[in-house]
């Protein structure tokens, strides 16, 4: 029986692809192919870092060729961005599922804050979002990935529950509470990431998180009006 080549020794170590109807062989291996290199990625990331994590170590992890690798990805940045795309997708899914616990705006408001608190504290979500990620993508890119993704889901969750309120709302403002909210969840992540007592640090951040929102209730249901921004312009000096 004559010997098999390296690539026959390859692939028979890969894990059977299981035929899907519609779906060539060749498109569900390279899809499998793609998911064994992000999850190897993504566990090599979380470990060690971007910086220490080669791509000779992935392919390993993976059981794949580099050209393969090389068929799906660019390199290695592009590899850490769909790692970052993955988790972040993960991230909303989950809080998208909480959401669902309440119909109550204001409900959901806390509910999604706290499925926030708890990704921020999963080792993978604090190495590649918020250690790595605005080193390795940029400023710019690492805004617009968030943009796709939590920032959406936080927009969502103003607009509703603003237009809970008696507020009537532009888009314009709508967007401003959003970035606030976005940029005060986003600084807390950041604070539980780094805290010595994650717990304690969620526990303080859930307080003061809350404390706002039932500020913000308290005005919206009394009736207070939110002044017009163009008020607060400076008028022309006098002659």
């Given at each position: 029986?004559?010997?098999?080549?390296?690539?026959?020794?390859?692939?028979?170590?890969?894990p059977k692809v299981p035929?899907?109807?519609?779906?060539?062989?060749?498109?569900?291996?390279?899809?499998?192919?793609?998911?064994?290199?992000?999850?190897?990625?993504?566990?090599?990331?979380?470990?060690?870092?971007?910086?220490?994590?080669?791509?000779?170590?992935?392919?390993?992890?993976?059981?794949?060729?580099?050209?393969?690798?090389?068929?799906?990805?660019?390199?290695?940045?592009?590899?850490?961005?769909?790692?970052?795309?993955?988790?972040?997708?993960?991230?909303?899914?989950?809080?998208?599922?909480?959401?669902?616990?309440?119909?109550?705006?204001?409900?959901?408001?806390?509910?999604?804050?706290?499925?926030?608190?708890?990704?921020?504290?999963?080792?993978?979500?604090?190495?590649?979002?918020?250690?790595?990620?605005?080193?390795?993508?940029?400023?710019?890119?690492?805004?617009?990935?968030?943009?796709?993704?939590?920032?959406?889901?936080?927009?969502?969750?103003?607009?509703?529950?603003?237009?809970?309120?008696?507020?009537?709302?532009?888009?314009?403002m709508l967007g401003t509470?959003?970035?606030?909210?976005?940029?005060?969840?986003?600084?807390?992540?950041?604070?539980?990431?780094?805290?010595?007592?994650?717990?304690?640090?969620?526990?303080?951040?859930?307080?003061?998180?809350?404390?706002?929102?039932?500020?913000?209730?308290?005005?919206?249901?009394?009736?207070?009006?939110?002044?017009?921004?163009?008020?607060?312009?400076?008028?022309?000096?006098?002659?």
């Amino acid at each position: 029986m004559p010997s098999r080549t390296p690539a026959e020794k390859l692939r028979s170590t890969l894990p059977k692809v299981p035929k899907v109807p519609g779906v060539s062989r060749r498109q569900q291996y390279s899809a499998s192919t793609k998911k064994a290199l992000v999850d190897v990625a993504a566990r090599l990331f979380t470990e060690q870092g971007y910086a220490a994590t080669s791509l000779d170590a992935i392919v390993a992890g993976a059981r794949v060729t580099k050209g393969a690798l090389y068929h799906h990805f660019s390199g290695k940045q592009a590899v850490f961005e769909a790692v970052f795309e993955r988790i972040e997708q993960d991230a909303s899914s989950h809080i998208r599922k909480a959401l669902k616990k309440s119909n109550d705006p204001w409900d959901k408001a806390l509910i999604g804050l706290r499925a926030f608190l708890e990704i921020v504290q999963d080792p993978g979500y604090q190495r590649i979002v918020i250690q790595e990620g605005p080193a390795v993508l940029g400023y710019e890119r690492f805004r617009e990935q968030e943009e796709r993704s939590s920032f959406g889901l936080v927009q969502e969750m103003v607009k509703l529950v603003l237009e809970g309120s008696a507020y009537d709302l532009s888009d314009e403002m709508l967007g401003t509470f959003s970035r606030i909210f976005f940029g005060a969840m986003s600084a807390a992540g950041e604070s539980v990431s780094t805290a010595a007592e994650p717990k304690i640090a969620v526990a303080q951040v859930e307080t003061a998180m809350a404390f706002i929102l039932a500020g913000l209730r308290s005005l919206a249901e009394s009736g207070v009006e939110l002044p017009d921004p163009e008020d607060l312009l400076p008028g022309d000096s006098e002659a």
